[in-house]
């Protein structure tokens, strides 16, 4: 089973992390989440104490949440993901009981992230180039995040090239159809409540292109923060995480919440 830290009591929440992170990257978050829930954060296969093993597709990632879900005995968590995490989260949501999702800053429209990478996929599978080229994609993301949290971060990482190559094997192995027909896969079966937070630039049409696939989909951006927005304002993210458990308890409330006010 998963490595993973549980805290505190409430309605269940499970935080996921992004690639090459741990469990730790939750850690400004953790202890205000735990006041209002149970909070269970994960550590991925081939991530932080947790085993490694192929596969490493979304869906078996996914499967492995579950299994701590299940041992622990929670009651229909609300799935909180960063990065990679929101993507786990998302097939989760496809496949297994839950409240409602919240998906941080992973556009799900993976053709452009394809395009990004893409031209690196032979460097990233030379080991002598592997940890440079994954610090080059770190580095674009970091936004407004603090010297001291990215320094934390940076710490934390674990550069595990067979799960990263395994995890994005869906980007390199399949064209832009293919990719869309796959993430139709994952999200088509979706009606739990979904809020997509976003502090990285969209594409115009990426709302429109969300719900027609996620009917509940929501999107709140903060812009200018870049990838790591829970991270770069916590009190904000923990208040906002308590304003959609607030909202997903009917489809009505969900739908016409405010959950950008400020208290």
């Known amino acids: 089973m998963l490595a993973y830290e549980r805290l505190g009591s409430g309605p269940s929440l499970v ?13 400004p978050v953790f202890a205000p ?11 991925l296969r081939g991530h932080g104490e947790s085993f490694d093993g192929t596969p490493y597709d979304v869906v078996t990632l996914a499967g492995d949440v579950h299994e701590v879900v299940v041992n622990l005995a929670l009651d229909a968590p609300l799935v909180v993901g960063h990065s990679l995490g929101g993507y786990v989260a998302t097939a989760y949501a496809s496949r297994f009981d839950c409240s409602g999702v919240v998906n941080i800053d992973q556009s799900l429209d993976l053709a452009a992230f394809a395009a990004m990478v893409g031209p690196f996929q032979d460097q990233l599978r030379d080991p002598a180039q592997f940890e440079a080229i994954m610090l080059m994609v770190f580095a674009t993301m970091r936004g407004a995040l603090n010297d001291d949290e990215w320094d934390r971060l940076a710490r934390e990482r674990r550069f595990n090239q067979v799960a990263v190559l395994g995890i994005w094997s869906t980007i390199f192995d399949l064209d832009a159809a293919g990719l869309d027909a796959y993430i139709d896969s ?10 997509a937070l976003h502090g990285s630039p969209l594409a115009e049409q990426y709302e429109s292109w969300l719900t027609e696939r996620v009917p509940a ?4 951006e903060w812009p200018g923060l870049g990838h790591l927005p ?7 993210f923990v208040a906002l995480v308590n304003r959609v458990a607030g909202a997903i308890v009917t489809p009505d409330r969900w ?5 950008e006010a400020r208290d």
Do not use: Q
């Open 217 to 220: 989909a929501r999107l709140v």
């Open 255 to 259: 739908r016409e919440a405010e959950l």
């Open 186 to 195: 994952i999200t088509r079966p979706i009606t739990v409540p979904y809020l």
């Open 33 to 43: 989440l735990a006041t209002t829930f149970d909070v269970v954060s994960v550590d």
């Open 15 to 27: 935080l996921i992390h992004g690639l090459t992170d741990t469990r730790r990257v939750w850690d």
């Open 230 to 236: 829970h991270l770069v304002e916590p009190d904000r």
